[in-house]
């Protein structure tokens, strides 16, 4: 696998849905032992915007229907590859720093770098990674290494 394959998979990450390209070597470069953690910020749209492409499914749903549908496949599957969900919760406000608007946090633990490309490389796991692109308004996920 190579940075290339998920930009494939997933876009180039312009529109803010998917890593970008130097993303994805950033995360190729991390030793290999790092166990690393990623924090999730979604703020959701109040309804799914699919592709116009997409089919198969009902896609006359709440932002949080769509994200409920990736949430049943990513979990198992995180889980499947060796990490887990520190917390999921909702957003409850800024602590420290510039206010921003949010609704739901979830916070990864990976333990090592080859888990988290694991995530990813899983087919069904990209299968279901419109929902999450559909269910977002906007994202954002920062990450840590140990």
Not at 31 to 54: E, G, M, Q
Request: charged share 20%; with cysteine.
């Amino acid at each position: 696998m190579t940075p290339q394959d998920f930009v494939e998979w997933y876009g180039n990450g312009s529109d803010g849905s998917s890593p970008t390209e130097q993303q994805w070597e950033r995360i190729f470069n991390l030793p290999t032992d790092a166990a690393i953690t990623l924090v999730n910020f979604f703020k959701l749209n109040s309804d799914a915007v699919y592709p116009s492409d997409f089919t198969g499914m009902d896609t006359d749903i709440s932002g949080q229907e769509a994200f409920s549908r990736y949430a049943s496949v990513s979990i198992p599957t995180l889980e499947k590859v060796g990490g887990h969900f520190l917390h999921v919760g909702p957003f409850a406000g800024q602590f420290i720093g510039e206010e921003e608007e949010w609704d739901v946090i979830a916070i990864g633990k990976y333990p090592h770098r080859q888990s988290l490309i694991d995530l990813y490389s899983d087919e069904g796991y990209r299968n279901v990674f419109v929902h999450r692109s559909a269910a977002c308004a906007r994202q954002k996920v920062l990450m840590a290494t140990a």
